[in-house]
């Protein structure tokens, strides 16, 4: 049985996190690492926005500030993300495409996704939560036509950086003061529209522990992936390249800006 490496649940600011994201990425294409699954929360909540978007028509920025809320623009594509410190676990997933092709087959792009995403359906089961596959925007798992996860990707020479979000649970008025709402739809229609088709699985596990999710993700993707995961850390060189990443990315305004 293949070893990948399992970098458990751990909590950075939105900088941190993607740099971290981003050098283990670099990582694997220098063949430094092995395949990695990553997993994380954000503190201070942090409003993540993808790769090509406008900062200023994603993010109220004057409320960002006020409420101490992070602001990062992702390497990856897909739309904006309120991700809450306290309401969210946030996986990655670092992969080559030679093993992912030898593993599962020349799939299409949203069979990737979904393919990848198996670990976190697989540990949903593990919990007595029968989700579902479909897709708003970006491949996307359910739970009872509800939408609990949403998923983005990055690929860089032959190397897939998938990363995901599993709501915990979902605070619909905070997320809409500080995302921005489509032109001409009004706070409280897309705040009636996320109560009605988003949830969290805490409503489901009633026994909910970070440490009890931490643990069945793991298992649930070493069986999806038919691996084994074996608990690390980053090497020194990864964490030089997320601490340079940092400064010359993930705070610098010219990234954060490049689409204002």
């Known amino acids: 049985m293949k070893a990948w490496r399992f970098l458990p649940l751990d909590t950075k600011n939105g900088a941190e996190n993607m740099s971290i994201d981003e050098a283990v990425l670099n990582a694997r294409i220098a063949k430094e690492v092995p395949n990695t699954i990553r997993l994380y929360r954000w503190k201070p909540s942090t409003a993540s926005i993808g790769r090509n978007q406008s900062l200023a028509g994603e993010v109220d920025l004057e409320a960002a500030h006020r409420l101490g809320i992070d602001i990062v623009r992702r390497i990856s594509g897909g739309g904006a993300v309120f991700h809450d410190r306290d309401r969210e676990i946030t996986y990655s997933v670092v992969i080559t495409e030679a093993d992912f092709r030898a593993q599962f087959g020349n799939l299409k792009n949203v069979d990737v996704f979904y393919k990848i995403t198996e ?11 029968n989700p ?27 190397v897939i ?32 529209s996320v109560r009605a088709k988003v949830t969290g699985i805490q409503e489901y596990v009633p026994n909910f522990t970070f ?3 931490g643990s069945t993700l793991k298992r649930g993707f070493e069986e999806s992936f038919g691996i084994r995961l074996e608990e690390s850390k980053l090497t020194e060189r990864e964490k030089i390249e ?7 990315r993930y705070t610098n305004p010219d990234w954060t800006n490049r689409f204002p």
Do not use: W
């Not at 670990?119 to 939560?129: D, F």
């Not at 709501?167 to 003061?177: H, I, K, N, P, R």
């Not at 997320?242 to 010359?248: F, I, Q, T």
């Open 211 to 213: 440490e009890l999710m």
């Open 161 to 192: 950086l998938q990363h995901g979000t599993i709501l915990l649970d979902v605070d619909a008025d905070l997320m809409y003061t500080i995302l921005k709402t489509p032109q001409g739809v009004p706070k409280s229609r897309m705040v009636q």
């Open 132 to 158: 579902d596959l479909g897709v708003i925007h970006c491949p996307a798992i359910f739970i009872q036509g509800k939408k609990i996860s949403g998923n983005a990707q990055a690929r860089r020479k032959g």
């Open 119 to 129: 670990g976190v359906v697989n540990a949903l089961k593990k919990l007595s939560v």
């Open 242 to 248: 997320a601490s340079r990443l940092v400064r010359e």
